[in-house]
């Protein structure tokens, strides 16, 4: 299970209009459970290792792995590695490393379809005795234009007609690699004026001459999904076969093959797939985005990949209570990006300890504070829950602020540092501006400012009050950090709605990731890849996998600005 919670149970999950309650598939399960039509919920997580998880996979292993803990049940993991020129070892281990991340638990029950190739060749030649599957060896070109349209029927292929003897010989000629790629395949035999294309004699195998990641070169013919995917849920006893939308046109051919050849029916439902503003959730734009070179490999922050998320600071917690809210749905939507970024800080608020750090560092210099002195003031890893401890931090005559928080010629209601005005250092005192040194450029070099020494710990002996509170660092303690920056990859909402002649990389956003080297405290430096912190007032950032001892590195995860409450709100 995920360190940070016991697992993947969502409980009441939000339901088809978003608010609380017990979503269709939960339903589903309780009345089939309550009538006696199941005795068992067997769920499975199916991905392809052809590339990185993503977002919409989280939705995928929160409900499948999610309803089998609520119901007592099981849920397997299934690689569906059927396609040997996309697929390899990679995949899997990162597949395996974010699922448990997320929660998932599948225990001994580790299953490819490729453990079911016997089986599935078996199968075949059944369906070919049958009479319901014939080798065909029209190209594929060929196959589309017999397959008809929407509006018109397929016709059929002059090779449907083959006998059993002769289709049987073929097919395992096919198998034994006497056949180049493309020369056959084979077809199930059902319908070609089907009202669904589907079903219109599909294709079961085809012959592939490739090295796969398991199986090495023993097969030169490889089953397709849609033959593969309900066999090996049948020879798993899954009874809930969970899947996107997209396969809903497919039910038909699940069922077909099942009842055809006789064997345990698993039940396929279907619910609506994740769709997030700003993000391309299509594992074909993912990889163009990686091998073009647009971003610095799955695991860029930038990437709405788990494995990104995860690098980027992103709480396993955050993604299941974002699925959790969005709930399931009958029909397809766009959730924006906003409500992750949501839950992202409802989550971190709660967890992540609180620090300060500067970004565009501006030296302030105390010149009233005794030279060589330090003070170690004691400030709470985080204000609201006292419990969590604190923090040694260094105060001296010398510190750091953020280059915005002075104006020299400061517009109205500017409440931070300006010629003589007197602002709260965070958790120190209150400092007031007397000089502003420049270079010899005209550019503000350093401020000299005078304290207060009753002000110590952000209040004045004879009540007076200021307006401003400013964090800071000290410089002679303080550690030099890269920032990373991180923004919305795409500019627009819908990156997929470009102008013709463009392609969805066009509208990548070029400050997508701004580097900026800033100033941390020397109690960060030694802070684990993936730990969490809050600088105060600049947002929640983690550790970086790059970062080292000698060279910290942190990522922004998200701002502390939130704006899906105002969203919220108006809704």
Sequence with gaps: MGKDAPGLSLGSNANEAGGRGRDFIRAMIEEDLALGRKK???????????????????????LNFGVAEEFGGLCNLRFDDTNPLKENQEYVDAIRKDVRWLGGDWGDREYYASDYFERLYEFAEELIRMGKAYVDSLSAEEIREYRGTLTEPGKNSPYRDRGVKENLDLFRRMRAGEFPDGAHVLRAKIDMASSNIVMRDPVLYRIRHAEHHRTGNKWHIYPLYDYTHCISDSLEGITYSLCTLEFVNNRELYDWVLDTLGIFRSEQTEFARLSVTRTVLSKRKLIQLVEEGHVLGWDDPRMPTLSGLRRRGVPAAALREFVSRIGLARADNVVDYSMLEFCIRECLNATAPRAMAVLNPLKVIIENYPEGRVEWLELPLNPERPEQGARRVPFSRELYIERDDFREDPPKKFFRLSPGSEVR???????????????????????????????????????????????????????????????????????????????????????????????IDPSLRDLKPGENIQFERLGYFC????????????????????????????G
Excluded at 40 to 62: D, M, Q
Excluded at 434 to 461: F, I, T, W
Excluded at 491 to 503: Q, R, T
Aim: net charge neutral; with cysteine; charged share 25%.
């Design 425 to 519: 250092l965070r958790f120190a005192y209150y400092v007031t501006c007397r000089e502003v040194q420049k270079d010899a450029q005209g550019n503000v070099s350093a401020l000299v400012c005078s304290y207060d020494p009753q002000s110590r710990g952000g209040g004045s002996a004879d009540g007076r009050k200021v307006r401003g509170t400013l964090h800071w660092v000290a410089a002679p303690y303080a550690v030099e950090a890269e920032m990373r920056l991180y923004d919305h990859l795409f500019l627009k909402d819908d990156p997929s709605d470009v102008d013709p002649g463009k392609s969805f990389p066009d509208c990548i956003n070029t400050d997508s990731l701004v580097l900026a080297s800033g100033f």
């Design 543 to 570: 550790a970086d996998s790059d970062s080292t001892p000698e060279r910290p590195v942190f990522n922004r995860t998200v701002t502390l600005k939130d704006t899906w409450a105002k969203l919220e709100k108006r």
């Design 40 to 62: 068992t919920v067997h769920t499975r997580f199916p991905p392809e290792p052809n590339g990185y998880l993503h977002l919409g996979h989280a939705k995928s292993i929160c």
